[in-house]
């Protein structure tokens, strides 16, 4: 139950033009899952989200950076095309250049949903993903 | 104590500071920004040097690293960055270009007064709303094949017009008149393209505008004439938009295949944002070839979206085009990489010059200009907040000597969003702009909070830079009457 232990699953990141989040885990399963509920955050109202769709998500990089970045670009690229908005993020393989998760959420409901920010892409710009007692990472977006 | 970035920069004169090569290990080149003494402060504190300083790294700069004097943090290149790399020993970084691949501004004139149009402005705006998608996630009234996405990607601009979206006269007036050389659509990954279909036609959100404004002052009524701004209080109508999600993917695309490039090439960078390939290597040929394609995509929907304007025009007031006018005076691209001819150390030399919200600035006489502004210079159109103000310029020799035919984009924001956010409510910025007389639609009322004057920079400091600089010189001033936002 690493769950308990933390405060909270992420925090927002403030800069002049942009914006960022840093996502907390007792694995980096866990960091990456709240790293898209982070992200999703900025679009959308989490609560207002039902998980009544899911989707498959496969990836597989050169480096952990890369997948980190890819992962989240990969939702966003799923929010434009597809107008889903997702909260759970079930992340069943994670290594340093694969991820396997199965992801649930929506479509876009206006009337449900209060799209407060567009993301155009995840960056690499200040980047960190570290390994200690609580697994952390941090990306910033270009919204 | 002295402000830390007084032992940095070395003042040349009041509107240029150099940032020496000695900086930071690995600087190539010097940087050099574009600010009063009064913007230094700011700047340092956003980062904004760190991120000039690292731009110096980039193999082949030539010149400087500049940063305009709207100049502020971004992700990895600062936001108002011009870097140019050789094209025979450089390289291209498509985030020197950002995400929004040509994002620019285009500005149409009418014939009409505020007079005229003040008792229809709730009207007009609102048919502007109507006629022109905007918000996240919106999608076009367009339906384009792939196979047309294919055509508009190597045609540009030139494509709409011969959909009925426009005028020939708009192609001419258009940056590279709507259409970059070289775009392969086959360099453009799937992702990119169903990103890029059902946005076509949009305004979308964030900055993004569309905007009914008045002529406020005339600095120059020669030059204003030739761009048929002829008195104060003349209505005019800008639209700031890019390549919406096709655009954001061709760049993701790229930045994860050029991280690669690096590690192939050799290149050392201090940010992975960074992420380059030679002119020359495949891999780079490859992103220009998919960037041209984004950037002509831009100025297909900038022209589409021209075309619904006018029609919103011609329903509200029920006259003809003829009538209205609505030319287009010009159309400037912001984000965008291009290959150039500049004299460098007295050699004329191929550049690959990345402007990163950054404006070209070309002088008179320059042939890559349209006709009718070969004696005046390139029109510069320089975006401000919603609540104040926006300025057209023109580029000078100055620009074309130092800068490499660059200047300034917009305002560039003071405020975080979520800072605007926290200190305004999005109704209160309507009712404050409908003070100032500015009737605003938008999509999210709550995001307004975050395009608030308040959280932008006063451009007029950032014009007036640039105009003492030389790099630039104002025209006209435009103040916003009817707004419309994603």
Not at chain 2, 321 to 332: A, H, P
């Amino acid at each position: 139950m690493y769950y308990a232990l933390m405060d909270k699953e992420f925090t927002i990141l403030d800069h002049t033009a942009d914006v960022g989040i840093i996502a907390y885990g007792g694995d980096m399963k866990e960091a990456f899952a709240n790293a898209a509920r982070g992200m999703f955050s900025l679009i959308t109202d989490l609560d207002s989200i039902e998980e009544s769709e899911y989707r498959d998500v496969e990836l597989t990089v050169s480096d952990e950076e890369s997948l980190l970045v890819e992962w989240l670009n990969e939702l966003i690229y799923l929010f434009d095309v597809e107008n889903m908005v997702f909260r759970r993020f079930n992340i069943s393989r994670l290594t340093r250049t694969s991820l396997k998760a199965r992801i649930y959420g929506q479509k876009v409901d206006t009337a449900r949903h209060e799209i407060k920010t567009g993301i155009k892409a995840a960056t690499y710009h200040m980047l960190s993903i570290e390994r200690d007692d609580v697994n952390r990472v941090q990306v910033l977006f270009d919204i | 104590m002295a402000a830390p970035w007084r032992e940095i920069l070395k003042k040349i004169d009041d509107y240029r500071w150099e940032i020496p090569t000695d900086y930071k290990a690995g600087m190539t080149v010097p940087g050099l920004i574009y600010a009063s003494e009064a913007m230094l402060g700011k700047i340092w504190e956003d980062k904004a040097f760190e991120q000039v300083a690292n731009v110096a790294f980039l193999p082949g700069i030539v010149g400087h690293s500049m940063a305009m004097p709207d100049i502020h943090w971004g992700y990895g290149f600062a936001i108002g960055g011009v870097a140019a790399t050789g094209v025979e020993d450089g390289v291209v970084s498509p985030g020197g270009v950002g995400f929004d691949i040509n994002c620019g501004v285009r500005l149409l004139r009418t014939n009409m007064t505020e007079e005229e149009v003040r008792p229809k402005i709730n009207q007009i705006v609102n048919e502007l709303y109507f006629n022109v998608p905007s918000g996240v996630g919106s999608k076009g009234k367009l339906k384009v094949s792939e196979k047309e996405l294919d055509e508009i990607m190597v045609n540009g601009s030139r494509w709409a017009v011969e959909k009925g979206f426009g005028d020939a006269e708009d192609v001419t007036a258009t940056e590279e008149s709507g259409c970059i050389k070289g775009a392969n659509p086959d360099k453009v990954s799937a992702k990119a393209k169903q990103r890029g279909i059902p946005q076509l036609g949009t305004l979308g959100s964030g900055n993004h505008f569309l905007e009914v404004s008045v002529v406020g002052e005339i600095y120059d009524p020669d030059a204003a004439g030739v761009m048929g701004i002829i008195e104060t209080g003349q209505v005019v109508v800008m639209i700031h938009t890019g390549s919406r999600g096709f655009g954001h993917q061709v760049c993701t695309d790229y930045v994860a295949l050029l991280g690669n490039a690096v590690k192939k090439y050799g290149i050392s960078l201090p940010d992975r944002q960074l992420a380059c390939a030679p002119v020359q290597s495949p891999e780079g040929k490859d992103y220009l070839a998919g960037m041209a394609g984004a950037a002509n995509y831009a100025w297909t929907n900038r022209q589409c979206i021209t075309h619904w304007t006018r029609e919103a025009f011609m329903k509200v007031f029920g006259k003809s085009r003829k009538e209205l006018g609505l030319e287009q005076i010009y159309d400037v691209a912001h984000n965008i990489a291009k290959i150039e001819e500049h004299a460098v150390g007295g050699a004329k030399r191929l550049l690959c010059v990345h402007r990163k919200g950054a404006t070209r600035a070309f002088p008179p006489g320059n042939p890559d200009i349209p006709q009718a502004y070969r004696d005046i210079g390139q029109p510069v159109l320089i975006p401000g907040d919603m609540g104040r103000y926006s300025y057209v310029a023109l580029g000078t020799d100055t620009a074309m000597k130092e800068t490499f035919g660059s200047t300034c984009h917009g305002a560039g924001r003071m405020q975080s969003r979520s800072a605007a956010r926290r200190m305004l409510k999005g109704a209160d910025v309507v009712r404050v702009l409908a003070e100032k007389g500015i009737t605003v639609k938008a999509g999210s009322i709550s995001s307004l909070a975050e395009e608030a004057s308040e959280a932008y920079k006063d451009v007029s400091e950032v014009v007036d830079v640039t105009e003492r600089a030389g790099i630039s010189r104002k025209v006209v001033k435009l103040v916003p009457v009817g707004v419309i936002k994603g």
